[in-house]
């Protein structure tokens, strides 16, 4: 009754799980516009997808990808042989262990009319694939503890899903081996298959058992004659050996017998194989129950993304199931670690301590953003930060085992950040410059308007504008302003210049403009001398401090050995770190 109602409560919570997270795929959006949809209509397109794909020619590549990438896991290989072993041991042990032993009365016992769990080569498969599970968890140990692989974070989704599948195991090999011992579930044996009821005939098979099979008995020792062991063995292939071979082929559970033997008969008394029978199967339905709201949740996910990128295309699949598989995506992602090992911004992070810089963290961050959680303005300003440090150089994607098109993920989270008006100074960098080469996709107005509230997020905070949106007339002379840029080597060559206006002359942004003070306020010259005289509020108005390429032109043909525009980034800097410190991202996004 327990052990129904235990399975029976863990399969109404899996199902629960399971409907509840796929259902997300369909609700969860980053584009307001494809949230308006409805949940109905884009699993409508979601299967008109699958079934144009199914019905075509990609249905090969599909095949294939099954094949390479879901079930030898080439991707993986490529990448790590390590981390590719450790997959293929915890998935073909964990899948052969589910078909042989969890599901042997649906699926073994019909593939094998004579099947029995207690039979060869059953007993020995057995404890082949738990060794290839508890080497591919020993593996995961190994790495996320002792390994110490860069950027590679662990969490408690990560210790829970080694935890319940190392308990699992675990307790699973300890009840074989308390069964094989057991003189509680010997007898049990007997009085259900036993036939006969002479005690001599009785006795002789349990000296057999206690000899040939393990079975520690407060009733008979050993050494034993070889005519009782002769009898014994008579009665054995009679009535056991159909269903019973040695439990010496159970390698393992075999071992963990003669470890325990010596104190058997106390443990049999005090229940220990009822122990560990609940021990087990309580792991195993927690385990199911949970199984959908945990990182375990991408053995079914992993598969659907890298089959769903292999044949979709941003260019010409449907807007809809573009949104449906990056939200599916983020539950694909089994926080590897690889895409942050190899993210080429990863280094900022020992400057930055922001975990949404690295691909593997970030991903968390933006799940909790989708699912539609109450993230402080903090929060969202390191995940928009995170967002926007990323190159768009695609190795996260290049290199993810799974599949996930990060690269695209990342780009679509930000445009909904900014659209949202959550104002990010970085699209007035070069960091927008892969902004910039996509803005014909987005329409001129989506465009410009994220880089509109971040200027006047800097107006706002330097209160640079009057009530009639004129540049006020600004005298603040800021003494310590000049000193700050000063600390650095670059910064402190400001003090160089003579004002001869090379810097400007060979500045391809100032070339770019018919009147280049009147739409810049301040071209490079000028804002060195407004450096020079502390006036940082000039500076951080101008226009040309955030239009700025980074082409070191100005830097390279100074005389003075001026270091332009390193000194721009100085400022930049300067002026992000003094709004992100305020109170004007705050405001902001209250007013928006």
């Not at 209509?41 to 099954?66: E, H, Q």
């Not at 009639?468 to 402190?492: A, P, R, V, Y």
């Amino acid at each position: 009754m327990f052990f129904h109602a235990s399975l029976y409560l863990s399969l109404i919570i899996f199902s629960i799980g399971l409907i509840y997270k796929v259902s997300t795929w369909f609700r969860y959006s980053f584009d307001e516009e494809i949230k308006r949809i409805g949940a109905f209509k884009r699993v409508s397109a979601a299967l008109k997808g699958i079934l144009m794909t199914v019905f075509s020619p990609k249905i090969l590549l599909l095949i294939r990808v099954f094949i390479l990438d879901v079930l030898i896991q080439g991707r993986l290989f490529k990448e790590d042989f390590l981390r590719w072993f450790m997959h293929m041991c915890l998935f073909w042990g964990f899948m052969s262990l589910l078909i042989v032993h969890s599901l042997d009365k649906l699926i073994t016992s019909k593939l094998f009319t004579n099947y029995s769990s207690t039979l060869n080569p059953f007993l020995f498969l057995r404890n082949l694939f738990f060794v290839l599970i508890l080497l591919g968890l020993g593996i995961a140990v190994y790495r996320r503890f002792f390994m110490k692989v860069p950027r590679l974070f662990s969490h408690m989704r990560d210790h829970f899903a080694i935890a319940i599948l190392s308990l699992i195991m675990i307790s699973g090999i300890l009840l074989e081996g308390a069964k094989i011992v057991s003189y509680t579930k010997y007898q049990g044996m007997v009085e259900d298959y036993a036939d006969t009821d002479e005690s001599e005939a009785l006795k002789n098979l349990e000296s057999y058992w206690v000899e040939n099979f393990g079975v520690v008995s407060p009733n008979v020792k050993g050494p034993f004659e070889a005519t009782v062991l002769a009898n014994g063995r008579e009665l054995n292939e009679t009535n056991c050996a159909a269903c019973h071979s040695r439990p010496n082929w159970a390698f393992v559970s075999y071992g963990v017998s003669k470890a325990i033997k010596p104190v058997a008969a106390g443990l049999d008394r005090a229940g220990l194989t009822d122990f560990l029978w609940y021990v087990h199967f309580l792991a195993c339905f927690i385990g199911l129950a949970y199984l959908p709201f945990s990182k375990m949740f991408h053995i079914f996910t992993s598969p659907l993304s890298l089959l769903a990128n292999s044949v979709m295309d941003k260019e010409i699949s449907d807007p809809t199931n573009i949104t449906t598989r990056q939200i599916m995506e983020l539950d694909a992602c089994t926080h590897c670690g690889t895409c942050s090992l190899k993210c080429r911004v990863g280094i900022c992070f020992e400057e930055i301590p922001n975990v949404n810089i690295l691909p593997s963290e970030k991903l968390a961050s933006v799940k909790a953003l989708v699912a539609g959680k109450k993230l402080s303005d903090h929060e969202l300003s390191r995940i928009q930060e995170g967002l926007y440090l990323c190159t768009n150089c695609t190795n996260c994607t290049v290199v993810c085992p799974v599949g996930i098109n990060l690269q695209d993920l990342w780009f679509n989270v930000r445009e909904a950040m900014l659209q949202k008006g959550y104002p990010e100074l970085l699209t007035l960098s070069t960091l927008s410059f892969y902004r910039g080469l996509s803005r014909n996709g987005r329409g001129e107005q989506s465009y410009r308007k994220p880089i509109a509230i971040a200027k006047r997020a800097l107006e706002e905070e330097f209160k640079l504008k009057d009530a009639d949106n004129h540049t006020l007339n600004l005298t603040n002379i800021d003494t310590g302003f000049k000193k700050i840029l000063g600390i650095s080597n670059q910064g402190n060559t400001f003090s160089y210049c003579f004002t001869c206006k090379t810097c400007t002359v060979s500045c391809p942004v100032v070339r770019n403009f018919e009147n280049p003070p009147k739409r810049l306020g301040l071209v490079p010259h000028q804002i060195i001398h407004a450096a020079l005289l502390g006036v940082k509020d000039l500076i951080f108005s101008s226009d040309m401090l955030w239009l700025c390429l980074g082409c070191y032109q100005c830097q390279e043909n100074c005389p003075q050995g001026v270091k332009v525009t390193d000194i721009l980034y100085e400022l930049k800097n300067m002026a992000m770190k003094h709004i992100k410190g305020g109170k004007t991202i705050s405001i902001m996004r209250e007013k928006s």
